[in-house]
């Protein structure tokens, strides 16, 4: 079992910033790829970033690509989501998600993961 808990949401005006975290705990995430997704109301849940298990390899959505920066700290198990120029369109609930598979690559589609965060709300006002 492997529990997710983000945290770091909240208001932003556009153009700040906002740094999110994700905490992992029970079975070490540290072997495997993680990932942000996120949800605005009344849309379906989009992939945002997600990181390779040592942090060598990210990815990232075209509409958050040079303004957001997905990092981790294994020794930490703690992954993080650094957002920047946020805009109101970034409105959304963030959740962050651990990949299926150990030392797999970064992976786009919300099947690939099997566990959740419960999210965090990130609002940001024009």
């Known amino acids: 079992q492997v529990q997710l808990v983000e945290s770091g949401g909240g208001l932003a005006q556009a153009g700040g910033s906002l740094r999110l975290s994700c905490a992992a705990s029970g079975r070490t995430s540290s072997n495997y790829a993680m990932g942000w997704f996120r949800q605005a109301q009344g849309k379906e849940r989009e992939f945002v970033a997600a990181?390779?298990?040592?942090?060598?390899?990210?990815l990232y959505a075209d509409s958050v690509k040079g303004r957001f920066t997905i990092s981790r700290d294994n020794a930490k198990n703690m992954v993080y989501l650094q957002m920047n120029s946020l805009k109101p369109e970034d409105t959304a609930v963030y959740f962050c998600?651990?990949?299926?598979?150990?030392?797999?690559?970064?992976?786009?589609?919300?099947?690939?993961?099997?566990?959740w965060g419960q999210g965090t709300q990130v609002t940001v006002s024009s």
């Open positions: 990181i390779n298990w040592s942090g060598a390899t990210t």
């Open positions: 998600a651990k990949v299926w598979t150990a030392y797999g690559s970064v992976r786009i589609t919300t099947s690939a993961y099997d566990y």
